[in-house]
């Protein structure tokens, strides 16, 4: 009999620890810092390569499970700013954007499991806004539609609570127009990187 009751209270304390992960029906939040790295080249027209610079801001997603391992998410930010600079001769300007991305999502494992790696395809849009050159010239860049891709793993704190972290790579190709006449192709091409926390529902 004591054999038995100390069976069931390991047994209950094993269930009790134990961490249910996504599920299908389940919404996923996450929140955290997200850093945009580019990985930048760019035309000549002007004698010498842009470049753009990287930068950190809010970064968050918003999924949804269609089934224990398939899931349809969005990646969101608050807006990241970046300086732009002529090779070889400094900041030039600065610009903001903001790029919403769409992902399919395959998680490994099962809904029992603590860890959850996952990979997933898709694809970015980026509208760039508020840029400016130092010399008071004109600036544009073109809005962007690219394909997507990421990497990542969710560790289950509870049922509910987990943490994680991603790596995105975005195709982000936009043209500048400065002074209103001369083009610059540039591709931008940035790997994200996210640490956040999350909560299912």
Not at 19 to 24: G, R, V
Not at 139 to 166: E, I, P, Q
């Amino acid at each position: 009999m004591k054999k038995t009751l100390c069976s069931l209270a390991v047994l209950s304390l094993l269930t009790s620890a134990s961490a249910f992960a996504h599920k299908e029906g389940d919404f996923i939040v996450r929140a955290g810092l997200a850093s945009v790295v580019p990985n930048d080249d760019s035309s000549e027209e002007l004698g010498a390569k842009l470049e753009v610079d990287s930068d950190t801001q809010l970064g968050l997603t918003f999924g949804y499970m269609f089934t224990d391992n398939v899931s349809f998410e969005v990646l969101a930010a608050s807006p990241f700013k970046h300086d732009i600079s002529v090779q070889g001769a400094g900041k030039a300007g600065e610009t903001k954007h903001l790029p919403p991305t769409f992902m399919l999502q395959y998680y490994f494992g099962t809904a029992e499991s603590d860890f959850r790696p996952y990979v997933g395809a898709g694809i970015n849009y980026t509208f760039f806004f508020d840029e400016k050159l130092d010399s008071g010239a004109s600036l544009s860049l073109d809005d962007s539609w690219g394909l997507a891709a990421n990497v990542g793993l969710d560790y289950m704190l509870n049922d509910d609570w987990f943490v994680g972290g991603s790596i995105w790579y975005a195709d982000i190709d936009t043209t500048a127009t400065i002074g209103g006449t001369t083009n610059v192709d540039v591709e931008i091409d940035p790997w994200v990187l996210m640490i956040s926390g999350g909560y299912k529902f």
